[in-house]
């Protein structure tokens, strides 16, 4: 049930309807119905996978918890414990490895030996990287004394298969999610107003936005040779459709959780404001950064064998380099599973490698930008060097874009030489936006486009200076609420691509 | 106090939304060969109806092969009409108390390896429906898994029709709309006639671009085509209505260029009705059609008959068909 | 306490250890930092820090910093 179909509008409509007529002790309940209705939606066999997946960590869960308050010893509670989390982690990562990589090692290996091996058909289980990693990070929490273990099993699969988050994210914590879900609420008018404003906004930067720009960017994309000096474009176009169609999506999704009364994690912070490859991290898909940090970044760092690196390297290299050493690499480690969970391709492999090479370069200079700002005798964050970080960090991940989106890395790298070498703006007006070839409104969907970028734009810059746009907006009076509620809705007709040339949420793939 | 507030800008909202639709529908939504077609379907008896995609529109004209068998038939066919469209056309059909005796569907399987594509001719068919039960559950078949936009802006994928909306409104005003005129639908290169074919004309630009068909590689088949396709065969059977696919005849070029993928659509298609126990017949490989292959009897690569090779085809197919068995004709 | 502040001042300087009270809130230190942070602590004060201790109560002021290490010293 795609995000965008008249059949999930009324979906929820039932879910919001029910679940507020519910007595409160089972509103909880209700939405898990409803998250097992919506997962079997996309076929009933699926359920095995959220079903194993939830089964898994409840058990480990329990079983760690057992086994604290059965053993007395502490070196036998460590042992034990560490065994519980490595089967945990083998059964729930290897289902999602058998799944989504099985046929790119085959693919890797009939390439390397010359074999000649066949596919295995498997069906990818919608949201499988979401819940999988969801799931996990609560298995660690408990095993780290982060959390305590949830007893009853349905609110712990409930916690695993919410539906508005199931399919994209955000990656939810247990500590902030799980109490939401199970706390009953009556309802509230505004709630629910301010739920649908938040859809309609998502659904604008989808359709008007990604939808529109993602026309562009599939034509440029699909011949770079006929657009070479599109190529700027394209990439361009990508960034604002990635941005729309993936935050959109989570301002939706984000939507239907505030119906229910839930807030859900944030997972974008204007990425594109970033004047670092680390600040953009922080600030795009923030739940998968923060679950990386957490549960691949920190442990690996801190694991035995890095820190013998670590000794190792400070006496190589010398203390300052020695110490950042080790989390260089601990960082390479992090976006190369950054990379292979966008997708089992050699192209998201260097994406990942991409970033992480710049975020470890940059750990490693980062006493020499120092002495460079003082050389240059910069003091301070003048106005015009944060935009020369933003600008540079903005290219910096435009670049990475090419890796994304682009078919192959020879693919992305012929692109990219065009990108510099190549420059005909005019030919933009060429590529066809509507179904029947013709070019007829393809300057108007420019159009369109800019002037969406630029209410984004400004809609950005108010809340990066702290400007509480939502709080104002309810405070203005019922007429002003309306007009901004029907011209937001009309708009998706009026402005946005009809589906026919876009499809669904990209990060729905997942 | 402050709750009633609520619900009355609620109401409002609601009220605006179905205001802003119905005059925007009106204003936006073009008139189409479409209306005539179902409005055909609805209001008359016809023995048989013709279904499938453009090259059944093209191909079948009702007129010839009435004059061959005596019947009275209505050609239903639609670029871009699914198996599900035409499921649901039948059933319309029957609903509206005009039931068949047989329905010939022309089987393109460019439809049975693709799903239909929200694009202008997603919703046609459903918004020319009647209010009936079959429009109901088309809706609940089609229309819900598509975007919300088309339930709650019917209007939405005609919104590139802004610049005509003056033509719309003088012609929806006018007596041809009225009365089910056609003489608006007549262009250079095609005339629309009142059973529901179209006469494609000759055009210099014709096979001037060469277009790849959507092609049958024997495992991108559609399971919603193919249940459809199962469906139409149930409800046919039960009833009691006479279902005949059939393949229409492409270029020779096109079908030596494109020889395996014809062959495997040949050998999905045969074994598919053999096993829904009705009749096929792929004229691509039928000995009777092989004069009717020449590329210079179509508008295209793609297998658009020119209106008098058109006739011709449908002269041959009706003289074919074995009619003594399971109808009889007044 | 004053190896720590002078740890600190080592790895990120430009900022008041002994009064800020919101360095992870605020951003002022980013994961390498903490980490490297980490490392020399467990250097200098021979303490092992594991995951769980990565929380920003933990890191937020030298003080709570000043404390985990002394909780862990007497863990050890």
């Excluded at chain 1, 935009?387 to 960090?393: M, P, S």
């Excluded at chain 2, 108390?97 to 202008?120: C, M, T, W």
């Amino acid at each position: 049930m795609s995000l965008i179909s008249m059949k999930f509008i009324l979906f929820v409509a039932a879910a919001v309807a029910g679940y507020y007529l519910m007595p409160k002790r089972v509103q909880w309940v209700w939405l898990l119905l409803f998250s097992y209705i919506y997962y079997a939606s996309s076929g009933i066999k699926l359920l095995f996978f959220l079903i194993y997946s939830t089964l898994v960590t409840y058990a480990a869960g329990r079983l760690l918890s057992v086994v604290r308050t059965s053993c007395r010893d502490k070196k036998k509670i460590r042992k034990y414990g560490r065994l519980i989390i490595a089967g945990g982690l083998v059964l729930n990562f290897g289902m999602l490895a058998v799944m989504k990589y099985t046929n790119f090692v085959i693919l890797n290996i009939n390439s390397l030996f010359g074999t000649d091996l066949d596919f295995v058909s498997l069906l990818l289980p919608l949201g499988i990287s979401f819940y999988t990693f969801q799931s996990t990070g609560y298995m660690l929490d408990v095993y780290w004394g982060k959390c305590d273990p949830e007893k009853n099993v349905l609110r712990f699969a409930l916690f695993v298969s919410f539906f508005p988050q199931i399919l994209q994210g955000p990656i939810g914590r247990y500590s902030r999610l799980a109490g939401q879900l199970y706390t009953s609420r009556s309802f509230d008018f505004q709630r629910i107003e301010r739920g649908i404003e938040l859809i309609l906004w998502g659904f604008f930067k989808k359709m008007v936005l990604a939808d529109n720009a993602g026309v562009f960017v599939s034509a440029i994309f699909s011949d770079p040779e006929k657009y070479a000096g599109l190529s700027v474009f394209g990439v361009l176009g990508y960034s604002i459709q990635l941005y729309g169609d993936f935050s959109g999506g989570m301002d939706v999704v984000q939507g239907i959780a505030n119906l229910f009364g839930i807030t859900l994690d944030e997972n974008f912070r204007r990425p594109y404001f970033a004047r670092s490859i680390t600040d953009f991290w922080h600030r795009w898909h923030i739940t998968l950064g923060t679950w990386m940090k957490d549960y691949v970044f920190y442990p690996v760092s801190l694991s035995g064998w890095m820190s013998r690196f670590g000794k190792f390297a400070k006496k190589r290299f010398g203390k300052s380099t020695g110490r950042v050493l080790p989390i260089c690499l601990a960082n390479l480690i992090v976006f190369l599973v950054v990379g292979i969970w966008h997708g089992a391709a050699w192209k998201y492999i260097v994406y990942g490698l991409y970033n992480g090479m710049i975020i470890a370069v940059s750990g490693l200079l980062g006493g020499q930008y120092r002495r460079w700002k003082k050389a240059l005798h910069i003091a301070g964050n003048p106005w015009w060097y944060q935009l020369f970080q933003i600008l540079r960090t903005f290219i910096l991940v435009n670049i990475s874009w090419f890796f994304d989106r682009a078919d192959s890395v020879p693919q992305a790298l012929y692109m990219m030489k065009n990108a510099v070498t190549s420059f005909t703006p005019s030919q933009l007006l060429t590529i066809p936006v509507q179904q029947s070839g013709s070019t007829a409104m393809t300057a108007a969907v420019l159009v369109i486009i800019a002037a969406g970028c630029t209410l984004l734009f400004f809609v950005s810059i108010l809340k990066e200076r702290g400007v509480q746009i939502r709080e104002s907006l309810a405070m203005r009076p019922l007429a002003v609420r309306l007009a901004v509620f029907l011209a937001l809705f009309f708009a998706l007709p009026c402005l946005g691509q009809p589906p026919s040339l876009t499809g669904g949420f990209i990060y729905a793939q997942f | 106090m402050r709750n009633f507030k609520r619900f009355a800008a609620a109401v409002l909202v609601l009220a605006i939304v179905l205001a802003a639709n119905s005059v925007l529908l009106y204003a936006l939504y073009p008139y189409t060969y479409s209306r005539v077609d179902i409005h055909n379907l609805t209001t008359a008896d016809h023995d048989t109806l013709f279904v499938g995609s453009s090259h059944g529109k093209c191909g079948f004209n009702p007129e010839v092969f009435d004059s061959v068998c005596g019947t009275a038939s209505t050609n239903q066919c639609l670029g871009g009409e699914y198996p599900i469209d035409a499921y649901h056309l039948v059933r319309l059909a029957c609903e509206t108390g005009h039931k068949p005796r047989q329905v010939i569907y022309e089987l393109d399987a460019g439809y049975f390896v693709s799903e239909p594509n929200e694009g202008a001719d997603f919703a046609i068919l459903y918004q020319e429906f009647p209010a009936s039960f079959t429009k109901l559950r088309y809706w609940m078949t089609k229309i819900l898994d598509g975007d919300f936009r088309n339930t709650l802006f019917p209007w939405y994928l005609y919104r590139g029709k802004i610049f005509s909306v003056k033509d719309t409104l003088t012609q929806k005003a006018g007596d041809e709309y009225r009365n089910y005129g056609i003489s608006s639908f007549a262009n250079p290169a095609q005339i629309y006639h009142s059973t529901g074919f179209i006469e494609r004309l000759v055009q210099p630009s014709d096979k001037s671009v060469k277009d790849t068909p959507v092609l049958y590689t024997g495992s991108n088949i559609s399971s919603e085509s193919e249940n459809y396709l199962r469906r139409l065969a149930q409800f046919c059977e039960s009833e009691d209505i006479r279902l005949i696919t059939v393949t229409t005849p492409v270029p020779e070029v096109t079908l030596q260029e494109y020889s395996s993928a014809y062959k495997g659509a040949d050998q999905y298609f045969t074994s598919l009705c053999k096993e829904l126990g009705i009749e096929y017949y792929n004229c691509n490989y039928m000995e009777e059609f092989s004069s009717l292959r020449d590329l210079s009897y179509f508008a295209d690569y793609d297998g658009h008959y020119y209106g008098q090779y058109a006739n011709l085809f449908t002269e041959r197919f009706a003289k074919m068909l074995d009619f003594d068995d399971s109808v009889t004709y007044n | 306490m004053e190896q720590l502040l002078e740890i600190l001042e080592d790895i990120q300087p430009d900022a008041d250890y002994a009064a800020c009270e919101t360095l992870i809130d605020d951003g002022i230190l980013d994961s390498f930092a903490i980490l490297s942070i980490v490392s020399e602590l467990e250097d200098t004060f021979g303490i092992a820090i594991t995951p769980a201790e990565i929380i920003p109560e933990n890191f937020n002021s030298a003080k709570a910093l000043w404390a985990m290490i002394c909780r862990l010293k007497e863990e050890a």
